[in-house]
């Protein structure tokens, strides 16, 4: 597994265009290159929002589904399936079938106008304003269901007798979820948020198949950057140059978060 | 039978046995080894075209086993790579003529992925005009089958309904037809503008009448030099297409609209018109049989005999440098140049074929584009002429974010010019 990430590294410090069967070694140019590129600063700050809001909304709303799923409902078992079913679906598959809805007269619009609320119809992955958040709506729609499960495992190892305590206290829902439910659901919370800021900072599938990084470039994120660079523009080694970036990222967003949030388990 | 016999008849029916059973395996290995196997790459919009080859390459030789892979024209490129760098090299490829595609002759040629095939006897046949588009640094890498052209193609119905009784011929005239249209209710252009390769359709349907009829050498010049994107009619042809934008000629959500759906919108009469490339003509009507289409060059100037149209020959084969089986998809290159096989992929794919002379092929209603066709009013498709592969995807984006008002002509043509001068 290392080896392969290690000779693909190497050529993030040569000028191979992918298929040559030779390649000249030339030191950093290429990562002199990514800092001096506007598209990757970009791109690098678009990576960064989508995860940003995947990681807050998907976490609030598994957090709530988990809630909800964890009182004796009768129905808790068929809802918790529907809510997991997303999950199993292809990304591409997703991607595909949310650019359909979100075409022009297409699903979203046809919604939107059904409920009396025509004038907010909006080119959803033409607008460049509106294209990224949609496709994190997207995102957060498929894996959702992943963030809640995490959670119910970890509600599901708060014992009843905290539960009782907490009532014999007297402390109202709110009370009890802020002062003994959320902190003990620490380890739940740090899976959940490593995991999906791991998968939203090197998303592609869904970003690729719904915008290729347009309206012009607002959607594009590092990985359909470094695609473009290595398989569009021949320019393999820079593009492996991004992967290494991006790597870097995600490495140290990882440990940066593990340490916070372990310290904040203990 | 002693117990001894018996035992020894088992063991000589039991060799018996397998003696007819490796003898089966033997004739049908033998058998398999008579079949030539061919693998293809090609282009999803260009599949009906393939197809009517393959089937009659098939028809021609039986014993060649042909399997064809398509990918879309985006991702295609990375497919071809992919397979490269897997050691899965496919025997055939498609390849853009000229330069300026990722997956264009020139590009593909300068990275050792294609064949020269120069020596081939077809080479030296190949029409004067469309040879330049061919080849790299004098050598010769595929055989141009046929040539397309960009024009307005448009629903008669739909125009019949709204009371227009002739095709524009001038800029002023489209502009009166696109207000006839919005009036009767219908969405004057269709545009994929979310498809990447839709958008430079009507750039280059402008450009052919602002920049190439007004200056043949322009490319040459560009290359040269001596002008660039920001000096030329290029900032025309930015201009008006906007000036569509804002005239309310496209669909108010065109931003967000694919290229599938603009070909149903014109095959359903929900648009009247659609500026795309004549190859595609098959998969409007496989959305709606019964739709009657007509077309007319993209008219960008107010003086009818100045608008010309972009004729650009399409995509044709190469042989992969990594090919397991060279000699037979050489055989299929050769092939592919004769007029049976030109003529059926024409026909598939209502483009023009290049032979010499090239025949009158257009239906009549889209009398309009070949007359210029045939008055020499044509320029070939920009990109086919740019230096490098990444001027094009810039193209994409500055139309993406010239619609989407993220920025003006000036910083598109500058981005375009920047692109431009990059290492090729």
Redesign the interface.
């Known amino acids: 597994m290392l080896l392969p990430a290690i000779a693909s590294g190497w050529y993030a410090f040569t000028d191979w ?5 030779s390649a000249s070694w030339i030191g950093l140019a290429n990562f002199r290159q990514l800092l001096d590129d506007d598209q990757a600063r970009s791109a690098f700050v678009n990576t960064l929002k989508l995860t940003l809001v995947v990681v807050v909304v998907q976490n609030a709303i598994g957090l709530l589904l988990a809630l909800g799923l964890h009182r004796a409902v009768r129905t808790r078992n068929v809802l918790r399936t529907l809510f997991f079913a997303p999950v199993a679906l292809s990304p591409l598959v997703v991607a595909y079938i949310w ?1 359909f809805m ?4 297409g699903a979203v ?1 046809q919604a939107i106008e059904t409920v009396g609320l025509g004038g907010a ?8 304003d509106l294209a990224l958040y949609a496709i994190a709506f997207t995102i957060v729609w498929q894996y959702t269901g992943y963030s809640m499960v995490i959670f119910l495992a970890g509600l599901e190892r708060i014992p009843d007798d905290v539960y009782e305590a907490t009532a014999i206290d007297g402390a109202n829902s709110w009370q009890r979820f802020r002062d003994i439910v959320f902190p003990l659901l620490a380890p739940a919370l740090t899976i959940n948020i490593v995991i999906a800021s791991i998968v939203g900072l090197k998303q592609f599938d869904q970003v690729f198949a719904m ?2 990084g ?5 959607t594009e994120t590092v990985t359909t950057l470094l ?2 660079q ?5 320019d393999y080694a820079y593009g492996t140059a991004l992967a290494v970036g991006l790597t870097l990222l995600v490495l140290a967003f990882s440990l940066l978060q593990i340490f916070v949030l372990r310290r904040r388990e203990t | 039978m002693t117990k001894k016999t018996r035992s020894w008849a088992k063991v000589a029916v039991g060799a018996a046995a397998l003696a007819v059973v490796l003898s089966v395996f033997a004739m049908t290995a033998t058998a398999g080894s008579n079949a030539t196997t061919l693998r293809m790459v090609a282009i999803t919009e260009h599949k009906d075209g393939v197809e009517a080859l393959v089937k009659l390459y098939k028809a021609k030789n039986p014993g060649v086993k042909l399997t064809v892979t398509v990918a879309p024209v ?1 991702t295609y ?2 497919v071809i ?2 397979q ?2 897997s050691r899965n090299a496919p025997d055939l490829l498609m390849s853009y003529p000229g330069n300026g595609s ?1 997956a264009s002759v020139v ?1 593909l040629a300068k ?3 294609t064949l020269d095939l120069s020596g081939e006897p077809w080479a030296k046949n190949i029409p004067a005009a469309f040879r330049p588009i061919a080849q790299y640094r004098g050598k010769t890498y595929t055989r141009p089958i046929s040539t397309g052209m960009i024009g307005t193609l448009y629903n008669r119905a739909v125009f019949r309904a709204a009371g227009i009784t002739s095709v524009p011929r001038t800029w002023n005239q489209l502009l009166s037809t696109c207000d006839k249209l919005k009036a009767a209710g219908k969405i004057p252009f269709a545009l994929g ?2 498809t ?1 390769w839709n958008t430079q359709l009507i750039t280059y349907a402008l450009v052919a009448s602002t920049v190439m009829a007004r200056d043949p050498n322009f490319p040459q010049k560009q290359i040269a030099g001596r002008t660039t994107f920001s000096k030329s009619g290029w900032r025309e042809a930015f201009s008006k297409y906007m000036q569509l934008r804002d005239r309310g000629c496209f ?8 290229y599938e ?1 603009s070909l149903t919108q014109i095959a359903n009469g929900d648009a009247a018109m659609l500026v795309q490339v004549f190859d595609i003509i098959p998969a409007i009507k496989a959305a709606n049989p019964k739709v009657d289409l007509g077309a007319f060059p993209l008219p960008g100037v107010n003086t009818a005999g100045k608008v010309w149209a972009p004729v650009g020959a399409g995509p044709s084969f190469a042989v992969s440098s990594r090919a397991s089986n060279v000699s037979e998809a050489k055989k299929f290159v050769a092939f592919t140049a004769t007029r049976a096989a030109v003529t059926a992929y024409t026909k598939a794919t209502n483009t023009i074929p290049i032979l010499t002379p090239i025949p009158r092929v257009l239906p009549k209603s889209f009398a309009p584009m070949q007359t210029a066709f045939n008055q020499g009013r044509i320029t070939f498709y920009m990109d086919q002429l740019w230096p490098n ?2 001027v094009q ?1 810039t193209h ?3 139309v ?2 010239l ?2 008002k ?2 003006n002509v000036d910083q598109a043509l500058k981005r375009m010019d920047s692109a431009y001068k990059r290492k090729g």
């Open positions: 265009d992918g298929v040559s069967r650019q979100y075409s022009s007269h619009d119809v909006r080119p959803w992955l033409g607008d460049p915008t290729q347009g309206p012009g470039y607002a695609y473009k290595a398989f569009v523009y021949g | 985006d490129i990375t790579r992919a490269l760098n990722a590009q990275s050792g992925i503008m979310a990447p669909d108010k959500g065109a931003a967000g609209t694919t759906q592969s990444q995807p994409f984006a500055v993406q974010q619609f989407t993220q920025i």
